[in-house]
């Protein structure tokens, strides 16, 4: 496993407490390490893992995909990809339980979790979290994002 150091910025200023996560080495993202992570941010006392390290360690994974190749696992990808533009997407706490419910299907039931994950997507009203978050400390800078 090659580290992967995530220096965390948040208004400009870099926080104390980088991460460091692991890919394989040849850069490809596996089911397991997202499961973690994503678990990890669940978890409401691993206060390291925030919206802010989440939305940085998406946009660190898609780099390291760019240079490795395309992503073998469709799934993976398409999470990964929504990560990196979390606070665009307003992908928020509440959408990690039905990632990690796709993530637990077999791989030859990809297919199915893509649908899975896009169609929990499709009904996510982004307007409506986006006033729901605008005071929110991460997301709030972001709320009149398009």
């Given at each position: 496993m090659?580290?992967?150091?995530?220096?965390?910025?948040?208004?400009?200023?870099?926080?104390?407490?980088p991460l460091i996560f692991s890919l394989d080495q040849d850069s490809k993202l596996q089911r397991s390490e997202l499961t973690q992570m994503l678990t990890r941010w669940l978890d409401s006392e691993d206060v390291q893992v925030d919206e802010l390290a989440i939305w940085q360690w998406g946009g660190e994974a898609v780099q390291a995909r760019e240079g490795s190749g395309p992503e073998?696992?469709?799934?993976?990808r398409d999470i990964v990809d929504l990560?990196?533009?979390?606070p665009y997407e307003m992908v928020v706490l509440e959408d990690v339980p039905v990632f990690l419910d796709a993530l637990a299907n077999p791989l030859d039931e990809t297919d199915l979790s893509v649908n899975l994950l896009?169609?929990?997507?499709?009904?996510?009203?982004?307007?409506?979290?986006?006033?729901?978050f605008a005071q929110h400390p991460f997301y709030g800078q972001f709320a009149g994002a398009d």
């Open positions: 090659l580290p992967m150091i995530l220096p965390l910025i948040h208004n400009g200023e870099r926080v104390s407490r073998t696992d469709e799934l993976v990560l990196a533009a979390l896009w169609n929990h997507m499709d009904v996510v009203d982004v307007d409506t979290r986006r006033l729901q």
